[in-house]
């Protein structure tokens, strides 16, 4: 089965805790503090794998979590790093943040990657707290958790070519006479139910061109009936539209546009994008009726047009030719992209606001101080005394003051909570 969406969940790896040790050896009384740091959390990359062409692995597995730093151990060791973990996605993979439906990585390229989780930093080990007037610090730092989201992950075919119309008009016949795909083909309405791929070669040294044919689109398309939103995002990257009408329907101009009202709707520039207008079915009476008809009128707006049978193959070549001049003449696909990399801006770590969130609850919002809550060790009177010396240096404690916090009071860091106590 073809899977085109996905969501996950991805967690980078939590930064392993720093240690606080002293050096214990014989004949060596004043030893010093030896607790290294922790490893760093992996991260999580996403990279583009051209041999994949669908997201159904990711219908198998929602879970991923790179690895977790180590702790730092005895003798100044630092810890191990924490593995990244590399997830492959096929070219054309759009992945958003769940939540916001932001966009924040377009893959495209072969061999593209992008890093959408870093892992947690590392805690510091008591060796990295010596100074001139505390030669043996009992302090040492938690690993900060690594991120974490939920993430869709959303596949647009990439092709040269997108291949649109009514179903039946004979796209799935068409792309079998042009190339070496094999898509299911029969003689009723909505044979096609997901998107195939074919390599178009015109002559046996020349040019290929990539040509997708898209399932049959209907009236509302655009608004997601009958699949629509899931078929007509396969062909935002092509660069040129083969539109093939049905010369047996009764009426093959309304179909034409029918289909352009649909693209038009949906957006990203489809309505502009260079059509070849194709009459298919010359093999019969009344396709052979409606060519001169058709041809005036999609002349008349602007539109190439041409006429061919995809059962016989008469002036199927010719077709292609014409189809590889418009891919001449098309501007280059990149400039066709309407979505941009969500650039996440950058804040001062150091700003923080209070927030109350009961009679005698608080919050304490900001990048430095939750972080530093998260990778202290309240259980070590030296690191808590650190704490509040840094809460102090950023403001902290005074904005709490005037904000009306007393003693008994809970102020909450992220996931950590302490009680209030004034000290006199």
């Known amino acids: ?73 005895q003798n100044r060791m630092t810890g191990a790093n924490g593995e990244t973990l590399r997830l492959e996605v096929p070219p054309g993979t759009v992945i958003r943040n769940a939540e916001t439906g932001a966009v ?7 061999g593209q990657e992008a890093t959408l989780i870093t892992g947690g930093r590392h805690g510091r080990g008591n060796i990295r707290f010596v100074s001139s007037t505390n030669q043996a610090p009992r302090i040492a730092e938690r690993g900060e958790r690594g991120e974490e989201m939920w993430v869709t992950l959303e596949l647009k075919l990439i092709a040269d070519v997108g291949l649109v119309g009514k179903p039946n008009a004979g796209k799935s016949t068409l792309l079998s006479v042009i190339s070496a795909a094999r898509p299911k083909i029969a003689d009723y309405p909505f044979t096609t139910l997901q998107p195939n791929l074919g390599v178009v070669q015109l002559d046996e040294y020349g040019d290929t061109f990539v040509v997708a044919d898209i399932p049959g689109l209907i009236e509302g398309a655009a608004e997601g009936h009958g699949l629509g939103h899931d078929f007509l995002r396969h062909i935002e990257r092509t660069r040129v539209l083969v539109h093939l009408l049905d010369g047996s329907a009764p009426e093959p101009l309304e179909d034409w546009k029918q289909i352009n009202a649909e693209l038009a709707m949906y957006g990203a520039g489809l309505e502009d994008r260079p059509q070849l207008v194709v009459l298919n079915k010359m093999d019969l009476p009344d396709a052979i009726a409606w060519e001169p008809i058709i041809a005036e009128i999609v002349g008349a707006a602007g539109y190439a047009f041409t006429s061919i049978s995809a059962v016989t193959g008469e002036r199927v070549r010719d077709m292609l030719y014409r189809v590889k001049q418009l891919l001449a003449e098309a501007p280059d696909p990149t400039s066709l992209e309407d979505e941009h990399i969500v650039i996440r801006p950058k804040s001062d770590p150091e700003q923080f606001h209070i927030e109350r969130t009961g009679s005698r609850e608080w919050r304490v919002v900001g990048e430095n101080v939750t972080s530093l809550a ?24 005074e904005a709490l003051r005037e904000a009306g916090v007393r003693d008994g009071d809970m102020v909450s860091f992220g996931d950590i909570e302490l009680e209030w106590q004034e000290v006199y």
């Open 104 to 110: 924040l990585a377009d893959l495209t390229e072969p």
């Open 1 to 73: 089965m073809f899977f085109d969406e996905a969501k996950i969940y991805i967690k980078g790896g939590d930064g392993g805790d720093g240690l606080m040790a002293f050096r214990r050896e014989k004949y060596v009384p004043f030893g010093g503090p030896s607790g290294g740091d922790g490893g760093t959390g992996g991260d999580i990359i996403f990279v583009v794998n051209p041999k994949l062409n669908n997201l159904s692995y990711y219908h198998r597995n929602i879970h991923f979590k790179a690895g977790d730093g180590q702790r730092g151990g």
């Open 374 to 397: 998260a990778r202290t060790y309240f259980d070590l009177d030296g690191a808590a005394m650190r704490f509040q010396r840094i809460l102090d240096k950023l403001g902290v404690n």
